[in-house]
């Protein structure tokens, strides 16, 4: 129930929210030459370098441009990594405000969140390019993508409300869980598609008995189903294959409502030991 | 109905580091080995505190460092919540503690008031019309659109305080913030603090050092001592009781530190000593009282022409005045052995507060000082509190004067 009342709490804080978040895009570009192109370098780094990658070790793509397949797996995966990496800490940056006035702290994870939805959006536009380029067009299940960056958005909060907390204690969160979710980039269909996996595990059962289990656990990471659904909507004109999603979607919903208890019953105390 | 109430609140704080792995391990080892382990060691920043506030109040925490005035802040605006007891605030609180803390440095003026504004709960619509009143009181416009990284640190000040005071809240907690700025800006503060108090009727807290501050603008203070309060009543009163206790607290720390101290072999300070002219010790004197200072002492050689000179300071070695024995003792030689000096001060001048001595001795044809020490002795002037002196504002000399209405 007070879980309630703290999510009404934030609603009233919304504009809060909004500054702080338009304050971090700001500042983050203000001093720098490049500006907003940052945003874009990292995914395209990356897409550039699983690219060569391929072209030495050779992974069936289904059809679909490689370059045109990675990048759109980068998009949500950059936005959790760095959603994540800021969100932990989050807290602690803002350690000169939590000391000195009163406001629902999650406002500081969330904003770190939010703010990685413009950089999210200005990815969607290199995409954009790019499918243009391999003359490709997105279908109407692009209307899919509001609610599966809603999700996205929780996953990441998932995480961010538990490291944020943790982080004030232990400072050792925010080197752990970089090192941490960078690792869970392997444990992701981002430089392999899913398909590959499937294969793998479920027709060749490579596994032996296990393969079935291990697939499922697999799936329970749920950006494997996040980052499945972006390349549906986008790249493959089908909806998001829930038989994936939903061992993560578990995952994430009984994750969250603990992780954002904890931060609410760690909070009081964040001023003293910051 | 109180607008703040508080109820037996105290707040802990753990000593040092919360954990560590050293911790944890050897806690685990004492589990099998059944040997406890120290846990953290705990401070007691408020204990037990009680009081509450009406409406309309201006009240005035006063205290020395650490007596947790600031910590009391913290919980009553909600940064920080309290170990144990409760506190009920009813209104919105706007924390003006160390103004300026909020400001980023990346962004302009204008775009820290939106952001700070924001911060205390003002809504956007509404911080459109702040903007400009805002700008104008702190004396920015004309850098309205530069970041504030490049404002000197009295432009920093003055935004954060123009930005504080222009929130519409129920209760303005003030944390030593009114000593912003030159002093014309500081002129304005007081007078902005007195429109929101007379004017708009706010409920304001105050902590502050300068007593005197607390004494114009509060009408009840709140005298907090370890976590505690100790007093509470009419600022005028509390704030007596905390001259007296900080004069004792002055004094007491005095006698232990004698500053530059030098003394040449074959001179030694036996005592120095206060007291009344019926040579009853005292280091209580009352305003206009006479005093003796004594000063037995034991030359090993043989002094020629020794002179002997007494000043008084204050606790912040503010030298006041001396006075030498040029003239009144005249000895040619004076024999090894124990002596005594002594001076007597007929009417002592000074306002009431905590005073230190200063002594030196020269002797030889061609003058060698062969004593010299400061802050040897402490002593407190009491007497009438119209003439209580304030840090120093008053001055410390009392005249021997009377006014008369001539016409």
């Known amino acids: 129930m007070s879980l309630v009342r703290s999510v009404l709490e934030i609603w009233k804080f919304r504009e809060l929210v909004w500054t702080l978040a338009w304050k971090d895009i700001v500042v983050r570009y203000k001093q720098a030459y490049m500006g907003a192109a940052w945003t874009i370098l990292k995914p395209v780094m990356l897409m550039l370098v699983f690219t060569l990658m391929r072209s030495f070790i050779g992974i069936d793509s289904g059809g679909i441009p490689y370059p045109v397949l990675t990048f759109t797996a980068l998009i949500p995966w950059v936005f959790f990594q760095e959603g994540v990496a800021l969100g932990v800490t989050s807290v602690v940056l803002n350690a000169v405000l939590v000391k000195k006035i009163y406001f629902p702290r999650e406002v500081f994870p969330l904003t770190a969140v939010l703010t990685k939805v413009v950089e999210f959006c200005v990815d969607l536009f290199v995409l954009a390019a790019l499918m243009a380029w391999y003359g490709m067009l997105p279908s109407l299940q692009v209307l899919w993508l509001p609610a599966l960056l809603a999700y996205l958005i929780l996953t990441t909060l998932a995480v961010n409300l538990a490291g944020a907390a943790l982080n004030v204690y232990y400072r050792d969160v925010s080197q752990l869980l970089p090192v941490a979710i960078s690792l869970v980039m392997y444990a992701s269909p981002i430089i392999y598609p899913l398909s590959l996996v499937q294969q793998t595990l479920l027709v060749r059962m490579a596994a032996g008995t296990a393969s079935k289990a291990l697939f499922f656990l697999y799936t329970m990471n749920p950006l494997v189903g996040i980052i499945n659904a972006f390349q549906n909507i986008l790249l493959r004109d089908q909806p998001p294959d829930f038989a994936i999603m939903w061992p993560g979607a578990l995952l994430v919903f009984a994750v969250l409502p603990l992780s954002y208890a904890l931060f609410k019953r760690m909070e009081t105390s964040f001023a003293d030991v910051i | ?407």
């Open chain 2, 1 to 407: 109905m109180p607008i703040i109430e508080v109820t037996n609140v105290s707040k802990q704080f753990r000593l040092g580091q919360l954990h560590t792995v050293k911790h944890t391990v050897q806690e685990a080892l004492g589990w099998f080995t059944g040997k406890k382990v120290a846990g953290p060691r705990v401070f007691k920043a408020l204990d037990e505190v009680s009081f509450s506030i009406e409406p309309g109040e201006v009240v005035g925490f006063i205290g020395s460092n650490g007596a947790g005035k600031s910590t009391l802040l913290k919980i009553l605006s909600g940064i920080t919540s309290p170990s144990r007891g409760n506190v009920e605030v009813r209104g919105r609180v706007a924390p003006l503690i160390e103004v300026g803390a909020g400001l980023h440095p990346e962004l302009t003026g204008r775009e820290n008031i939106f952001l700070n504004a924001s911060i205390l709960g003002v809504p956007r619509k509404h911080i459109e019309a702040l903007v400009d009143p805002i700008l104008d009181f702190a004396e920015i416009v004309p850098f309205a659109d530069t970041p504030t990284k490049k404002y000197s640190s009295g432009m920093k000040v003055r935004l954060g305080f123009a930005i504080a005071t222009s929130i519409d809240a129920d209760i303005l907690i003030v944390d030593e913030v009114l000593a912003v700025g030159d002093i014309a800006f500081q002129r304005k503060c007081f007078d902005k603090m007195e429109d929101l108090i007379h004017k708009q009727k706010k409920t304001v807290l105050l902590v502050s050092h300068n007593i005197r501050q607390v004494q114009r603008i509060c009408q009840r203070g709140i005298l907090f001592e370890h976590g505690k309060v100790v007093a509470d009543g009419p600022a005028e009163t509390i704030c007596k009781a905390f001259f007296e206790k900080s004069d004792q607290a002055i004094y007491n720390q005095g006698n232990n530190g004698k500053a530059n101290l030098k003394s040449i072999d074959g001179f030694e300070l036996l005592s120095f000593t206060l007291s009344d002219p019926e040579g009853n010790p005292t280091n209580r004197i009352r305003v206009n009282d006479p005093l003796d200072i004594r000063i037995r002492y034991h030359n090993h050689h043989p002094l020629v022409r020794p002179k002997f000179g007494i000043g008084v300071h204050t606790s912040d070695f503010l030298y006041l005045t001396t006075y030498d024995s040029r003239n009144e003792i005249e000895l040619d030689e004076l024999q090894p052995g124990e002596h005594e000096a002594i001076c007597r001060i007929e009417r002592l001048p000074f306002t009431p507060g905590v005073y230190s001595l200063r002594l030196g001795v020269s002797a030889g044809r061609v003058e060698n000082t062969i004593f010299y020490g400061e802050n040897l002795l402490n002593f407190h002037v009491e007497g009438e509190e119209r003439f209580r002196n304030v840090a120093g504002s008053e001055g410390f000399i009392l005249l021997d004067a009377t006014w008369r209405q001539l016409c």
